[in-house]
């Protein structure tokens, strides 16, 4: 296993650059990482390991079949990990094409290079065709949402299972159930070794500002407001990006081809409840006269917001042996220290392409 190639897409965005930081620093793969570099790519995120001599970086886009030949050519890998896409609901909202182009598109692009590959292997080395693996990461954002505690009382029976029905909300979450749809299709109609993975909300160090938990630290630093949409009543349930990151290896090792995973955090929380947390956390490591709580406002309620997510992640933990190392607590408190400890980072990318400004339809 020492020896064998990991495609991974995406591997400068937030998910993509932990798995390749965790596959670098814990295990003895070749890494690829291909990243097209939109405005939520950084390769500053791997800087850590850019000068590893087992990983390799191509800057390309996902639709673009010649260079996606060209990548599993030249490469031969044996495990695909397919990050790459469009992830924020809000962008979806104002600019539904890009998530229509990039996340269906650009799965089904990236699946017929695979199939194409995989059916040369089958010629040329049979037991490396044997062994090749197409792991998707997804989102449990393609469920819809789950009955909020104060409309019944029995919400924490009701969990997203692998199992399921898809009701996605969002153009961002319809993109992504259509590319879940594509490689079950592509698996079952032509045989492709395909794994799925559907997981709750990530955290963590280097995750783009636009996201909750980072836009909340940053704005609370600056003095800025907390934006809360609407009562900030809305359950996610929070999953630490490298618990994630050792999750995913761990499915593209040893999972079981054709099936899908869940993978969540167990930690169900209410937005309101996490901006307090991150506000109390800095309050102690960055204590002031003002209460960073007094920062909190209330602003219009995004169009469409699902109510609740909450993951039953029993399969992976009975199948496979995974658990979340961190809780919400120690795993918030580490990303809120990180973002203190690398003021360049955030700074590089609040100059560039993304001031913390609000998106979507109800800015």
């Known amino acids: 296993m020492s020896q064998k190639t990991f495609l991974v897409t995406g591997g400068a965005g937030f998910i993509g650059s932990a798995v390749v930081r965790e596959l670098i620093n814990n295990t003895g793969y070749k890494v690829v990482n291909i990243d097209k570099l939109t405005y939520a790519g950084n390769l500053e995120s791997l800087a850590s390991v850019e000068d590893n001599p087992r990983y390799t970086f191509i800057q390309a886009d996902i639709c673009d079949a010649d260079a996606m030949a060209k990548a599993f050519s030249q490469h031969q890998p044996d495990v695909v990990m397919h990050l790459a896409a469009e992830s924020h609901v809000d962008r979806s909202i104002d600019g539904p094409a890009a998530f229509i182009e990039t996340n269906i598109v650009g799965t089904y692009t990236l699946l017929e290079a695979a199939r194409t590959y995989w059916k040369s292997q089958q010629e040329i080395d049979a037991e490396k065709a044997t062994g090749f693996r197409f792991h998707h990461i997804s989102t449990d954002e393609v469920y819809g949402d789950l009955p909020h505690p104060g409309e019944t009382a029995n919400a924490e029976q009701h969990l997203f299972t692998e199992t399921t029905a898809y009701a996605p909300s969002s153009p961002y979450s319809a993109s992504k159930a259509s590319s879940d749809h594509l490689v079950r299709a592509w698996q079952r109609t032509y045989g492709l070794p395909t794994l799925v993975t559907n997981c709750s909300n990530n955290y963590g160090p280097y995750h783009f500002p636009e996201k909750l938990v980072p836009l909340v630290i940053l704005n609370a630093l600056a003095g800025k407001p907390l934006p809360v949409y609407g009562d900030g009543s809305q359950i996610r349930d929070w999953l630490y990006v490298e618990d994630h990151a050792r999750a995913l290896i761990l499915v593209a090792q040893k999972g079981a081809l054709g099936e899908t995973y869940n993978i969540g955090g167990h930690n169900e929380k209410q937005n309101l409840e996490v901006v307090q947390?991150?506000?109390?956390?800095?309050?102690?490591?960055?204590?002031?006269?003002?209460?960073?709580?007094?920062?909190?406002?209330?602003?219009k309620d995004r169009p469409g917001h699902d109510?609740?997510?909450?993951?039953?992640?029993?399969?992976?933990?009975?199948?496979?042996?995974?658990?979340?190392?961190?809780?919400?607590?120690?795993?918030?408190?580490?990303?809120?220290?990180?973002?203190?400890?690398?003021?360049?980072?955030?700074?590089?990318?609040?100059?560039?392409?993304?001031?913390?400004?609000?998106?979507?339809?109800?800015?």
Not at 277 to 299: A, G, H, N
Not at 330 to 358: A, D, F, H, I, P
């Open 277 to 299: 947390t991150i506000c109390d956390t800095l309050q102690d490591l960055v204590p002031k006269e003002t209460r960073y709580r007094d920062q909190i406002t209330f602003v």
């Open 307 to 363: 109510l609740r997510y909450a993951i039953n992640a029993s399969k992976i933990e009975r199948e496979l042996g995974w658990a979340p190392k961190e809780t919400f607590e120690t795993g918030l408190r580490k990303t809120v220290q990180w973002y203190l400890e690398n003021e360049t980072w955030w700074q590089r990318v609040q100059n560039g392409s993304y001031q913390g400004e609000r998106l979507g339809v109800g800015a």
